[in-house]
């Protein structure tokens, strides 16, 4: 049975390497790695192109495959890790990089891992449970290992994606201009899953099936979640809330869910799948941070459109979403380096971000403790009282936290504003998705 996995699965692998792709932002940082003697681990929501992303880092060298989320392997049970070495090397010959796909599903896979390193292999994983992977990670693998997340596409993948040529030209040409906020708009609405971004299937049946699917695999299954219901609902709720402040007890009081603590396990069971992303509020004061209310974001907006329940898009809400996504796409780690903010007045601050660098010692860190940047996020910035609303609450951060770098990211409009000594920057969201940064 499982020499015939193995084959199967080579062939497989075979036919992936003869297809086209569309290059992803983090290859150049992953190929970086690939020779380090590190483990390399693809983290990321199943379907958003770990697999792919992975088997063209390897594209050129020899190397063994292994899915361990196939089907027919997940009827017969588990399997012994010696047996399956014996099949691969039969398959492959004298080969010592191999890339296994979905590990978390191999029971002691960390045990297993460990011992192939020591033999000297090089050794590529992807994994779909971020939680459970980087607690394994940090107990068995502790500075052996460089973590990869891969999320859905970005801005500049999903241009690829559609064949839209990145060039001066968009700035200057009317036609130009107007095709790529066309594009920007089927971005927002539709999100960067791979599968829905390069082909004409109906993208909110796709993702509402692929959310349910998700959902069982990665948080019903695996955790053996009695009342799958119940945490379904969650999962819909949060969706439907998505860039709202939430809290464990006012989840609890709607959902007439069992106990806090049952809420914060399912909400933590859904980041750990990378169906969502809860956010902190900035505050010196730990306790504060703690003790303030959420804010909920989810990993791609398709997923907001095929499963939100709305008479229409709430586009201001759908773009704040997308800021933080993309931000977390350029290495910004929520509630480390990224917040929310709210003023002594109660006035609300999109985004509180701290500059991170790339650290070959400790994978992201900061380069200091203080606040470099506010952002807030505005699809209405023409109409005069949103902007004053959102120049008050910029200016007012920037006072408090001492902030001189302050953006409101606009659909397209792009001019300088001064609010109480405060110096505003409106930039258009197509150019700041556009920008050249670390992957």
């Given at each position: 049975?499982l020499k015939?996995?193995v084959?199967k699965q080579k ?12 290059d ?6 992953g190929?970086?790695?690939?020779d ?10 199943r379907?958003?192109?770990k697999?792919?992303f ?9 190397f063994?495959y292994f ?12 399997i012994?890790?010696?047996e399956?070495?014996?099949?691969l ?8 990089t191999i890339l296994?796909?979905e ?9 297993f891992?460990?011992r192939l ?5 090089n ?21 052996r290992?460089?973590?990869i997340?891969?999320?859905?596409f ?15 030209e ?8 107007g095709q790529?906020?066309n ?10 899953f791979?599968?829905v ?8 049946d ?10 069982f695999k ?7 979640v009695?009342?799958?219901t119940?945490?379904s ?5 949060l969706?439907n809330?998505?860039?709202s402040?939430?809290?464990?007890n006012?989840?609890?009081?709607a959902?007439n ?8 396990k399912?909400t ?8 969502i ?13 703690i ?5 909920v ?5 398709g ?9 229409s ?5 759908l ?8 931000l977390v796409k350029r290495g ?5 380096e990224?917040?929310?903010?709210k003023t002594?007045n ?6 509180v971000?701290?500059?991170?660098r790339?650290s070959e ?10 606040v470099?940047?506010?952002?807030q996020?505005c699809y209405?910035?023409i109409?005069?009282?949103?902007e ?5 609450a ?5 006072g ?6 302050l953006?409101?990211?606009t659909w397209d409009?792009?001019?300088?504003v001064?609010k109480?000594g405060s110096?505003?920057?409106l ?6 998705l556009?920008e050249?940064?670390?992957a």
């Amino acid at each position: 049975m499982l020499k015939d996995i193995v084959l199967k699965q080579k062939l497989k692998k075979e036919e992936l390497l003869k297809s086209k792709y569309v290059d992803r932002t983090k290859e150049p940082f992953g190929k970086k790695w690939l020779d380090s003697g590190l483990i390399k681990v693809v983290l990321g929501p199943r379907r958003a192109g770990k697999s792919v992303f992975s088997l063209l880092l390897l594209k050129d060298r020899d190397f063994m495959y292994f899915d361990f989320d196939d089907e027919v392997l997940a009827s017969e049970g588990s399997i012994l890790t010696t047996e399956l070495m014996k099949e691969l090397h039969s398959a492959y010959g004298d080969v010592k990089t191999i890339l296994f796909d979905e590990i978390q599903n191999l029971p002691a896979w960390e045990l297993f891992v460990n011992r192939l390193q020591k033999e000297g292999y090089n050794i590529l994983l992807t994994g779909s449970n971020a939680r459970l992977l980087s607690m394994e990670l940090a107990t068995h693998l502790t500075g052996r290992h460089m973590p990869i997340e891969l999320l859905p596409f970005d801005f500049k993948e999903f241009l690829k994606g559609k064949k839209f040529k990145i060039d001066p030209e968009y700035k200057s040409l009317p036609e130009k201009h107007g095709q790529l906020l066309n594009l920007l708009d089927q971005y927002l609405l539709k999100g960067g899953f791979p599968e829905v971004v390069v082909s004409n299937l109906d993208p909110a049946d796709y993702l509402e099936v692929l959310f349910d699917s998700l959902l069982f695999k990665d948080v019903v299954k695996r955790h053996r979640v009695k009342f799958s219901t119940q945490i379904s609902t969650l999962g819909s709720h949060l969706v439907n809330n998505f860039a709202s402040l939430y809290t464990l007890n006012k989840l609890k009081q709607a959902l007439n869910l069992k106990s806090v603590h049952t809420v914060d396990k399912y909400t933590s069971y859904l980041e750990e799948a990378y169906l969502i992303f809860s956010l902190s509020r900035y505050s010196p004061k730990s306790r504060q941070r703690i003790n303030s209310p959420k804010k909920v974001y989810v990993v791609d907006n398709g997923f907001v459109t095929a499963k939100a329940i709305q008479h229409s898009p709430d586009k201001g809400k759908l773009m704040e979403n997308l800021v933080f996504t993309e931000l977390v796409k350029r290495g910004v780690k929520p509630n480390r380096e990224l917040f929310y903010y709210k003023t002594r007045n109660d006035r609300e601050v999109d985004f509180v971000v701290h500059p991170v660098r790339y650290s070959e010692q400790s994978n992201w860190v900061k380069k200091g403790t203080e606040v470099t940047e506010l952002i807030q996020v505005c699809y209405e910035s023409i109409n005069p009282d949103v902007e004053q609303r959102e120049t008050k609450a910029l200016a007012e951060a920037s006072g408090e936290l001492d902030v001189k770098k302050l953006t409101i990211l606009t659909w397209d409009e792009k001019r300088e504003v001064k609010k109480d000594g405060s110096v505003i920057q409106l930039k258009p969201l197509w150019e700041w998705l556009l920008e050249k940064t670390q992957a």
